[in-house]
């Protein structure tokens, strides 16, 4: 901030306004952020005295805010003051770095992660999900990147080395490491990643190599989430306000409330409580005051909560400190680093509002240090927990149903989120393949992704992925078709069909319903997946599907038979 000038009449007042943005006026409007301290300032004491402001109520004004000012129609006199320029302290990228985690067994994705990590799992037709916080990532300019594998990897690290190693994509001094699990001597080495946390806590060291010793903060990202975010405007939130550890956060309904770790906050945004997915009575007592977050009463009745994002933000040191020394052998961010951090910070604010008072009361210096050191000797650590509220769109990508309903709303006209932005695109691997051909079919809501084969066939409301082939008579409706990795030429597939058997794609007059279709499956002629009876789960391996939440699940490399009616 430059500088400005306000124009104010006599008889005003300052009202409050929350420190950070949380907060609400009915009668005035928002703050501006500034560094450093206006308490005792020549302008404000200045002004105060102009406006006929009680000098005590000035005196009480807070670092890290301009507070605003709202008048009376009395007079039309008015007194015009600039505001001096305030240095802001900006974040810099090459000191940030982020650790994205590859996600555990994906138990809740299966089948679609039987032989896939939950990261590699295709979205919106032709990318995968470790391509949201990558992009993220690079178009925030973070440039220093991690990502820590286990379970089902190979295909993630094949599509990490073909996406970000190259292809036009510079990460100038920075770079892109993925480190997979492994066992290292001794007891302790023996030990895949036990968690979040442990995962993180197993390559600390690497963070004492020479270029990553000027890393002052630690973004964690999470690889099986779907948004669009500026990364550095979290960091330049969490450094504004000191923060030790910042949590970004979203509102949320009631129906999925349970699935996130939930969090309460004060009007300063500090985390007073958090709970890792909560249900019935615990969960009730994690609703929020609408007016702590500008929510209208409409939105408070929909949006009641509001939820951890599972993307935090670290000061390395106190990293460092959680996970070796404080926290040795606590496995999970959400379930355990958070909440036992947070229930530390809440019981030592009153030791040092103590220890505040003392020194009020202390006769000297000797009795004030005895009396502070006395009272702090058992606060090892004092915390800054701090939420930045996220406000655009973001979905977890964590059933089945979720990411089924995630990448078909994409089709919509108008919808929530969406993959084209000129200015932040989504990376993902270059697959130079030829434009989709589509011969007198009827399309409507859908995404068709590169070198597809369409013939005389309708698709609504519906993803089809890279390399699919839909023969004449094929209708899509409400499906998501991920695709193939590889084409067979029109001689393998004419000799296919001579001896009866199926080839990659989806034969003719074929009619598919409420479906994931997953890669390189092969469904025959005349076959019908509409689950008319409603099943809602079903476990049919050995029939190359399942069904989940009422969804058809066609596995990977599956082939459905002619004529076969689901």
């Known amino acids: 901030m430059d500088s400005c000038c306000v124009t104010v009449r006599p008889n005003v007042h300052f009202p409050r306004v929350g420190k950070i943005g949380f907060g609400e006026c009915e009668n005035g409007f928002w703050g501006v952020k500034v560094r450093g301290s206006v308490k005792g300032d020549d302008w404000i004491n200045g002004l105060s005295r102009k406006l006929r402001v009680d000098q005590k109520r000035v005196s009480k004004i807070r670092i890290g805010l301009v507070y605003n000012v709202m008048t009376s129609d009395n007079s039309r006199e008015t007194i015009t003051d600039q505001i001096p320029t305030y240095k802001k302290q900006g974040v810099d990228p090459k000191n940030v770095a982020s650790i994205i985690l590859g996600g555990g067994a994906g138990t809740q994705l299966y089948p679609l992660t039987s032989r896939t990590a939950t990261p590699a799992v295709p979205v919106g037709g032709c990318y995968k999900l470790i391509d949201i916080p990558m992009s993220n990532c690079i178009n925030s300019g973070i440039n220093k990147i991690f990502i820590l594998t286990q379970f089902n990897s190979a295909s993630l690290h094949r ?169 040795p052998t606590a496995n999970d961010f959400g379930s355990e680093i958070i909440p036992s951090a947070l229930k530390e910070h809440n019981v030592q604010i009153p030791l040092f509002r103590t220890a505040i008072r003392m020194m009020q009361l202390a006769k000297s210096c000797k009795d004030l240090l005895l009396q502070i050191m006395e009272t702090l000797s058992s606060s090892v650590m004092c915390l800054s927990l701090q939420a930045y509220l996220f406000q655009d769109y973001w979905d977890d990508i964590g059933t089945l149903k979720s990411f089924y309903d995630a990448n078909l709303a994409l089709t919509e006209e108008l919808a929530k989120f969406e993959f084209y932005d000129p200015k932040t695109p989504f990376y993902t691997s270059p697959r130079f393949l030829p434009p989709t051909k589509m011969d007198r079919c009827k399309i409507k809501n859908a995404i068709i992704s590169h070198g597809c084969f369409l013939r005389e066939c309708t698709i609504e409301h519906s993803i089809v992925g890279e390399r699919s082939r839909l023969d004449s008579g094929v209708e899509l409706k409400d499906t998501l078709m991920m695709g193939a990795d590889s084409y067979q030429t029109e001689p393998e597939i004419a000799s296919l069909l001579a001896i009866g058997e199926v080839p990659v794609g989806v034969g003719q007059n074929t009619k598919i319903r409420n479906c994931i279709i997953d890669k390189n499956a092969k469904i025959g002629k005349d076959v019908i997946i509409m689950n008319k009876d409603g099943v809602q789960e079903a476990d049919r391996s050995s029939e190359g599907f399942y069904i989940r939440s009422g969804i058809t699940i066609i596995l990977e490399k599956a082939t459905i038979k002619d004529v076969t009616i689901i």
């Open 159 to 327: 599509h990490i080395s073909r996406t970000y190693h190259g292809n036009g994509i510079n990460f100038g001094d920075g770079f892109v490491e993925v480190l997979a699990a492994t066992q290292t001597p001794g007891e302790a080495g023996m030990n895949w990643f036990q968690g979040t946390a442990d995962a993180v806590r197993q390559f600390l060291w690497l963070f004492e190599d020479a270029r990553n010793k000027k890393i002052e903060n630690i973004l964690i990202l999470s690889g099986d989430q779907l948004y669009r975010m500026d990364y550095m405007e979290l960091i330049q939130n969490h450094i504004d306000r000191n923060a030790d550890i910042t949590l970004s956060c979203v509102p949320v309904g009631e129906s999925r409330a349970s699935d996130y770790g939930l969090m309460k906050i004060d009007s300063t945004g500090r985390v007073t409580q958090f709970s890792e997915k909560p249900e019935g009575a615990d969960m009730k007592a994690m609703q929020i005051d609408r007016r702590l977050i500008g929510l209208s009463p409409e939105e408070a009745i929909v949006k009641p909560y509001i939820a951890s994002m599972g993307v935090y933000v670290f000061k390395t040191d106190v990293l460092f400190k959680l996970l070796t020394r404080r926290y």
